[in-house]
C-alpha cells in the first residue's frame, strides 16, 4: 500500500514485515554519485509524516541528515574521549564512572535527534531519589557537556539539557567533628601509627585540607625556625593551584606537630635508603613507600586504620573531617570566627560560618558578659 506524494516529499509505505510504516527520502547524492537516501519509521501514518518531514527540514537547513541515528550513549564515549580538556585525571575517572553507571544505562539508547526535555526531567527526578543533591548536578552537568559537544559537531540542533534545573537529591552525609574526648584518642592511636603519626597530627593541629597535605614538600616546612611553620601553598589540584588565592598561608606549627615532623622525617629517610634505586621523591613529605604521591584512597584507608585503633567506627570517619575538628576545638575555646577562617584559609568568615556552622559555638557569649559588667542588673527589692 503506497502513497504518491509531490517531488521531493519523500515517499510513504507500509510494512507488513514490521508493522510500521516506512518513509523514505532522498537528499542529495555522495562524493561518489550515489544517491542518499534517509529512511525514518512511524507506528500511525501520522508519525511517519512528521519524520519525513523533519528530516526535510534538516537537510533544508544544512543539518547532516546521515547522522540521526547517532546514540546517547555514543555522544557520551565522545565526550569522554575528546571533550574533557586538561581536566585531572581524578575528574575524568569520576566523570566517566558516573556518566557509565547513571546516565548511559537509562538513557544511552536513545536517538541525540529524539532526547526530549521530559527525557531529562524524567531521569534526573528518578536519580534523584537515590543520589545526593551535588552528584545530580554533576550528572546533570556532565549531560550538559555531552549535548554542547554534539551540538557542536552537528549531531543535535539543540541542547535539551540547558531547559531542565536539576531537582533537589538525597540528604548528603553530614561532615562532624571530633569532641576534645575523641581527639586525645585519635592523637594516642596516631602514636602508634608510624606511617600516619606526622599525618593525622598536622592535620587535626593545623586545619590544613588533606590535599594541600598530599602535596606539600619538605621545602615548605621549616622546622628550624622559632617558630616553626608549614606553608600551605601548594595542593594536588591542576596546576598545583591552591582552592583559593586566601587558601594560601604559612601557619606556625604547634609544638606536638612540630615533633611529629621531625620524627617522620628521619623515619622518611630511613624508608628512602631502604628503598634505593626505586625511590622516585619529589621532595613530599607524605608520600608512599618509593617516594610517589598519595591518592585519596591511599590516606582514606590509612586514617581509617588509626581510627579504629582509636575506637572510633572507622568506616563512619574521614580525613577531611579532621579539619571539621580543627574548626570545632578552637570554636570551644572561645577564638573568634574571624581567627578560626584565616587559620583555615578561608575568604571571609561567612564562609568558615557556612560551611562548619555546626562546629562553631552557637552561643556567643563575650558581648552578654561585657555589657552585664558595664550595666549590672539589679533584682527588683535588692
Not at 91 to 118: D, F, K, Q, S
Not at 140 to 162: C, F, S
Not at 209 to 231: F, I, M, N, S
Amino acid at each position: 500500500m503506497t502513497e504518491r506524494r509531490s517531488r521531493g516529499e519523500g515517499g510513504l509505505s507500509w510494512s507488513e514485515s514490521r508493522q510500521r510504516w516506512i518513509g523514505r527520502v532522498s537528499v542529495g547524492f555522495t562524493a561518489m554519485g550515489k544517491r542518499r537516501v534517509v529512511t525514518v519509521s512511524g507506528r500511525t501514518k501520522t508519525e511517519a509524516k512528521a519524520k519525513l518531514r523533519e528530516v526535510m527540514r534538516d537537510h533544508q537547513d544544512g543539518f547532516p541528515t546521515e547522522r540521526r541515528h547517532r546514540t546517547v550513549a555514543e555522544a557520551v564515549e565522545d565526550w569522554l574521549a575528546h571533550g574533557m580538556g586538561l581536566q585531572e585525571p581524578s575528574t575524568v575517572v569520576n566523570r566517566a564512572i558516573l556518566a557509565r553507571t547513571h546516565l548511559v544505562p537509562v538513557l544511552g539508547r536513545r536517538r541525540l535527534v529524539e532526547l526530549t526535555v521530559h527525557d531529562v526531567d524524567a531521569w534526573l527526578a528518578d536519580r534523584a531519589t537515590m543520589l545526593s543533591t551535588d552528584t545530580v548536578q554533576r550528572l546533570h552537568g556532565i549531560l550538559r557537556a555531552v549535548l554542547r559537544r554534539a551540538q557542536a559537531h552537528d549531531h543535535v540542533k539543540r541542547n535539551v539539557a540547558l531547559l531542565v534545573d536539576p531537582p533537589r537529591g538525597t540528604a548528603g552525609r553530614p561532615s562532624k567533628a571530633l569532641t576534645a574526648d575523641q581527639a586525645a584518642r585519635l592523637l594516642a592511636a596516631a602514636e602508634a601509627d608510624e606511617a600516619m603519626r606526622a599525618y593525622v597530627v598536622v592535620s587535626l593541629l593545623t586545619g590544613a585540607r588533606t590535599e594541600e597535605l598530599r602535596a606539600l614538600t619538605w621545602t615548605h616546612v621549616d622546622l628550624e625556625g622559632k617558630p616553626p611553620t608549614v606553608a600551605l601553598w601548594r595542593s594536588v589540584r591542576a596546576g598545583g593551584e591552591t582552592k583559593t588565592r586566601q587558601s594560601r598561608r604559612t601557619l606556625e606549627l604547634p609544638a606536638r606537630a612540630a615533633e611529629a615532623l621531625r620524627v617522620h622525617r628521619t623515619s622518611q629517610r630511613h624508608v628512602q635508603l631502604a628503598a634505593g634505586g626505586r625511590w622516585q621523591g619529589a621532595g613530599l613529605v607524605f608520600c608512599t613507600s618509593v617516594g610517589t604521591a598519595l591518592d585519596a584512597a591511599n590516606v582514606r584507608r590509612s586514617f581509617r586504620r588509626v581510627a579504629a585503633a582509636a575506637g572510633l567506627d572507622a568506616q563512619a570517619w574521614t580525613p577531611r573531617e579532621l579539619r571539621h575538628s580543627f574548626v570545632s576545638l578552637l570554636s570551644s575555646t572561645g577564638m573568634s570566627i574571624e581567627d578560626i577562617s584565616h587559620l583555615v584559609g578561608h575568604a571571609s568568615s561567612r564562609v568558615t560560618e557556612l560551611v562548619y556552622r555546626k562546629e562553631l559555638r552557637p552561643v556567643l557569649t563575650r558581648g552578654a558578659s561585657a555589657m552585664d559588667a558595664l550595666f549590672p542588673h539589679e533584682k527588683p527589692g535588692a
